[in-house]
């Protein structure tokens, strides 16, 4: 009778050990599990930050009046963006108005925002833009969105290893007349710096202060060594510029990879600076991802 009793006592002790084992296991799993789906899913605002969209639209008609538009907002609305300023971006009656700031050239006076889109071989793009009635032409810089290719040549780099290049807007006063032209690096590019082809809005006249001009700009990749790419500007229904273009050479950089903002004076000179603040605006932004 004592070894029977001792083996039952035995027994009840591992079945009573072995049943805590396994509450215990659950309690963990139970815990453990919203960490994993979290790790995986991410937070909302990691969801948003780090999006790379094909399509995006934004008319800032949403947001307060006077109120600044924040890095957080505009990688909500675009996608992952880099360069942002939210110092010198403002909502002001549902534009987007971007600060320039004076005596002050590229990045350190402006924004040089770029924004990680799909890649792609065709995208278009469209936004209206205003010049402050105040506005001091000084003697030009970049403005609004465009298209970067591949490694998105800019600044001084020219495209000639047919790695990349970039499809934006300049706006130049040459003394006589202030106008839009295109400003381009590709692999044929004929200068360090971006080729305008000699086009210019308006063909005669100049810009105006406080009007808003509708933009439209649509890229294609080429193919190989091929000049069957595409690069089209067109302002108010006028076409600056409409030509088939060889962007790179290299198929692996070949594809359109970012949306630019660039908003600044220069030029790296200081003729083109200027003493005063200066406000561009920007209202209607659309972009698409064709193929």
Known sequence: MQIKSSKQFF????LFVLSLSIVSCQKQSAVEEPADVSAVRGTPEDVEINAVNSSFSENWNSYANGSTYTTAQ???DFGNISGWNESRSMISN???RVTLEPNALSSAGGIIGNIDVSDGSA????????FHSAFDWSRGGKLGFGFSVGEGNTGGDPGWDGNGGSLRLMWYNNGSRVYFHPYLY???QPDD???NFGKSYPSTGSLNKGQTYHVHMYIKSNTGTSTNGRAQIIID????LDIPIRWTTNDAQRLIKKVTFHTFRGGSEAH???STTGYIYYDNLVVNKIS
């Open 186 to 188: 590709y692999k044929d």
């Open 123 to 130: 995208y278009e793009l469209d936004f209206d833009i205003r």
């Open 237 to 240: 229904g006028t076409t600056l």
């Open 193 to 195: 710096f971006g080729d």
């Open 94 to 96: 549902g534009n987007l």
């Open 74 to 76: 505009a990688s909500a």
């Open 11 to 14: 027994t009840a002790a591992c």
């Open 272 to 274: 083109w600076m200027s």
